[in-house]
């Protein structure tokens, strides 16, 4: 079966600049997750969505991430305005009700 | 509450020398636990789970996990490094009654293998 699929891999941009990353889930899979790990850190949860519904938002700074989840299936995180504090990886997970996670290759942002 | 503690940022082995990945856990649940690798440039890979049956939890590649709920612990091993184990791993925990969500990620351990 097809992965989790993310793009783009890599992306550059100077502070106060917006960026969105996509991410395509395993065909199925119900729950949808993106997490932020900074270098030399494990992954921290961001959202999490069951269908097109957050299910935990919790530790996603609102005053400049958002996401959304339209239909059920592609994901959207957005950063606006980025600060040089989210360079980082941004990983996108999905998973059956229950099952493990699969993770996608990661978006990979600087800000300069 | 739960949280991780990975006991070591580094391990060093020679190709063909056991690995031993410690991990210490904390929860107020009964815990699912599940230890993920990433290489580099990548997103992570399920090496094994735990989650209530037998204790000791064979994975992928050789790796196996012994679940010590008297200990907190839940250290990974494998008999014999090869060169493609070089890589960054976590040890996660999760509340047991939903033990694909709210993955608490321990700080990484980088496996380094020499030749």
């Known amino acids: 079966e097809a992965g989790v699929a993310q793009s783009p891999r890599y992306k550059i941009i100077e502070k106060r600049q917006s960026v969105a990353f996509w991410c395509n889930p395993i065909?199925?899979?119900?729950?949808l997750y993106w997490y932020q790990q900074i270098l030399g850190q494990g992954p921290k949860l961001l959202i999490q969505f069951q269908n097109n519904g957050v299910v935990d938002d919790s530790q996603l700074p609102k005053d400049r991430f958002s996401a959304e989840r339209l239909k059920g299936v592609d994901s959207t995180l957005k950063i606006q305005p980025a600060k040089l504090e989210d360079s980082a990886v941004y990983l996108c997970?999905?998973?059956?009700?229950?099952?493990?996670?699969?993770f996608g290759d990661g978006t990979r942002l600087s800000i300069l | 509450a739960q949280s991780v503690t990975q006991l070591d940022s580094h391990v060093s082995v020679s190709e063909g020398t056991p690995v031993l990945l410690r991990c210490n856990y904390s929860s107020s649940y009964s815990p699912s636990l599940f230890w993920y690798v990433q290489h580099p440039n990548k997103g992570l890979q399920l090496l094994l789970k735990y989650t209530s049956a037998a204790t000791l939890v064979k994975g992928i590649n050789g790796f196996e996990a012994e679940f010590k709920k008297s200990e907190t612990s839940f250290h990974l091993t494998k008999p014999s490094a090869h060169m493609s184990d070089a890589a960054e791993y976590f040890c996660v925990v999760s509340p047991s009654n939903n033990a694909g969500n709210m993955l608490t990620f321990g700080g990484g351990t980088r496996l380094m293998v020499k030749p």
């Open positions: 065909s199925g899979h119900a729950t």
């Open positions: 997970a999905s998973s059956l009700p229950g099952g493990p996670q699969h």
